[in-house]
């Protein structure tokens, strides 16, 4: 338990649906991420956000849509997804800004059929 | 962009063994961490050790950063220690936050 944690941990979805995954961390951080991780390549950072302002889009295409109403909250909104974006989708947070550790929560594993 | 290579790729040890993990990386950073992914998926943060030595209890790392590497070392290993183990590096004088990772080493470790 590393006081981050993802819903759903699983999810199965259409190319027409629409659906988000929600993050949660408790630790009282300032920064959270998400990260896709696809199958055989690295951990990829696709959003980031300080206080809740976004402070990266690492060239993520539209269809991913991140919102973070708080600094304990990060949801990742999703719509009109190919099947070349299932993965496991990592959210992360940090206590601020900085070389400092970031914590991961246990994924979402999305499959887009 | 910072460049991460972890070795070996693979590795099978039986239980009790020891081992040891590589981590390069091309240019000078500011953070590094080392992360074990358990079968369901959770990163476990295992180090934060952009230099030196730490212990925690069967791990330790050691961060050479003027040498640009970084090694993790797993004494008698158990059929839990099995997973993927990752480095990620953060560039010094970069944007504070993006880690890199590099592709990590599956580990068996077999009864």
């Known amino acids: 338990e590393t006081g981050v944690t993802q819903t759903p941990r699983h999810l199965v979805m259409g190319m027409t649906n629409k659906k988000s995954l929600k993050c949660e961390q408790h630790l009282g951080h300032n920064a959270m991420y998400w990260y896709k991780q696809s199958a055989k390549k690295p951990l990829e950072l696709m959003f980031v956000?300080?206080?809740?302002?976004?402070?990266e889009n690492n060239s993520v295409p539209s269809r991913f849509s991140p919102e973070c109403p708080n600094s304990s909250h990060l949801f990742l909104h999703l719509h009109t997804l190919q099947p070349e974006d299932s993965a496991l989708y990592l959210c992360?947070?940090?206590?601020?800004?900085?070389?400092?550790?970031?914590?991961f929560g246990p994924g979402t594993r999305l499959t887009v059929t | 962009g910072i460049q991460v290579e972890q070795s070996p790729p693979d590795l099978i040890l039986q239980e009790g063994a020891n081992s040891t993990l590589r981590c390069n990386f091309s240019?000078?950073?500011?953070?590094l961490q080392w992360f074990h992914q358990n079968p369901w998926g959770q990163l476990i943060n295992l180090f934060y050790?952009?230099?030196g030595t730490k212990q925690n209890g069967r791990l330790s790392a050691t961060t050479v950063a003027t040498e640009r590497y970084s090694l993790l070392y797993i004494s008698s290993s158990q059929t839990t220690d099995s997973g993927v183990y990752f480095c990620?590096?953060?560039?010094?004088?970069?944007?504070?936050?993006?880690?890199?990772f590099g592709k990590g080493t599956l580990l068996t470790v077999n009864p």
């Open positions: 990620a590096v953060e560039k010094s004088g970069g944007s504070n936050y993006k880690l890199t």
């Open positions: 240019d000078s950073v500011n953070n």
């Open positions: 050790i952009p230099s």
């Open positions: 992360a947070s940090s206590q601020n800004f900085g070389p400092i550790e970031q914590y």
């Open positions: 956000y300080n206080f809740k302002e976004q402070t």
